[in-house]
């Protein structure tokens, strides 16, 4: 840009972050656009804008949440569309972006590299490239084979459509977008004893929830002494807050006859353990959540606000911030100087970028949460929906998680415009607040004097 003869140039971290802001939106905008025209719905005429673009957005930040049924409101190319958006979505665009941009020959540059090394969550940038290959290569791979496994299955129970069926629901469960098209299932009510259904979409929500290079490291070093501590620490993070929202699944909900009541005891535990691995990203759910008690929404909406790894295609803040606080917290109460685990030390730089992330997140949740009881005041008022039933939606919105009290369709057109906020930000929020603060980062020159303040 020139004024004056003079040349400006954004700084790195801003034009970076405006790539990813303005790709998803761009995304989002034609998402919009082709759900809007008329040979999208099943219905004569065009869908309400609101709807189109709820719909969009959701899709393209892999949330689940829906204002129609997507199975029968929206027409084989309505539901093409939407099946694009969660692909592209759930890649995000700068990691699909590589691939275009080699194949034309294009030569990265730093500030590119950054920006895919942030949205990718590696460390290096001379491999940025290949990982972006191995992304797609991984996920196209993984998609194929979930795909192949459920056509498989879908075909010997004679479900008519069941082609297109495997392939939107692998691709929906790989990128944790919770999007179904199911006939009558109520997302995948109508299979929770279905434990072909249930543990293909299991399978392709973990691969889609842990980030290739977490893979990889499993992959070149089979002793646990050789993982990296991101591994280490993910996975801990995981297996503990999977065993925790099935347990809390079990104790509350296995005697709720709207729940896991009339199951039997293996389907419940199925359910529970398949709806603590789901509830963290991917949106789907073999029971209906509008019955469900409130200890476990409580415990569930923890898990929506955490989310998966960095580097996959989940939301939320993100298990390895929530595991470098809970790590630093260790420390402090153990009264070490430092932040260590596994016998490595982790730079304050981190504990406070993700000190950062979890207190923006919080900030924007209030918001969200404060423009809902503002805009379904009314509805609060007179008993439509609880205050914990919005609260819910909200988390669920920016954890781009997709579950729902039931409630979602009911809210006013404000109100889904604040929703889809909400998803928007809590798709490329924790993104680019690690990127402008990375990018941001570097060596003092200087420090100031130390003082102390006075703490619980």
């Keep these: ?38 040979a999208a719905r099943t219905m004569d005429g065009a869908a309400p804008f609101i709807t189109a673009l709820f719909t969009a957005t959701s899709a393209a930040c892999v949330t689940g949440l829906v204002l129609v049924e997507s199975g029968t409101y929206w027409t084989g190319f309505g539901q093409a569309v939407i099946l694009v958006l969660m692909f592209m979505g759930g890649l995000g665009i700068m990691t699909a972006g590589t691939v275009l941009l080699v194949a034309v020959g294009r030569r990265l540059t730093l500030g590119d590299r950054l920006v895919l090394r942030e949205s990718m969550g590696t460390s290096g940038l001379g491999g940025v490239t290949r990982l972006g290959r191995q992304i797609i290569f991984f996920a196209v791979g993984a998609q194929t084979i979930g795909f192949l496994v459920l056509l498989v299955h879908l075909q010997a129970n004679s479900l008519e459509g069941a082609l297109w069926q495997a392939l939107f629901l692998s691709i929906s469960a790989f990128n944790n977008a919770g999007f179904s098209i199911l006939p009558d299932s109520g997302s995948l009510i109508g299979y929770q004893t279905d434990m072909v259904v249930i543990g293909v979409v299991s399978a392709l929500i973990v691969f889609g929830s842990v980030s290739l290079p977490l893979l990889l490291d499993l992959w070149r070093h089979r002793r646990v002494s ?193 929703l889809v906020i909400g998803m928007y930000l809590g798709r490329l929020g924790p993104l680019t607040i690690a990127l402008g603060l990375a990018l941001r980062e570097g060596r003092a020159v200087y420090r100031y004097a130390e003082e102390r303040v006075r703490i619980g």
Excluded at 17 to 22: A, P, Q
């Design 226 to 418: 050789r993982w990296t501590l991101d591994t280490r620490l993910v996975l801990l993070g995981m297996a503990g807050l999977w065993v925790l929202g099935g347990a809390v699944m079990l104790i509350f909900e296995r005697t709720n006859p709207g729940t896991l009541g009339p199951l039997g005891v293996g389907d419940q535990i199925a359910n529970a353990l398949f709806q603590s691995l789901t509830s963290r990203t991917a949106g789907f759910s073999t029971i209906d959540f509008s019955l469900t008690r409130p200890a476990t929404n409580v415990v569930f909406m923890l898990l929506m606000f955490v989310g998966g790894a960095s580097g996959s295609t989940a939301g939320g803040i993100k298990i390895n911030t929530l595991m470098v606080l809970v790590v630093a917290g260790y420390a402090s109460v153990r009264g070490r100087p430092r932040v260590e685990a596994f016998r490595r030390e982790l730079p304050f730089s981190q504990v406070a970028r993700a000190l950062a992330i979890v207190l923006l997140a919080i900030a924007v949740l209030l918001g969200v949460v404060l423009g809902l009881a503002v805009t379904e005041a009314h509805k609060l008022e007179v008993g439509d929906f609880e205050f914990l039933d919005l609260l819910f939606e909200a988390v669920s919105a920016l954890g781009t998680t997709g579950l729902s009290r039931g409630i979602t369709a009911e809210l006013t057109d404000p109100g889904h415009v604040i």
């Design 1 to 38: 840009m020139r004024d004056g003869g003079r040349r400006f140039t954004l700084p790195a971290s801003t034009s970076a972050m405006l790539i990813l802001v303005l790709g998803f939106a761009g995304l989002i905008s034609v998402g919009t656009v082709l759900l809007s025209l008329p």
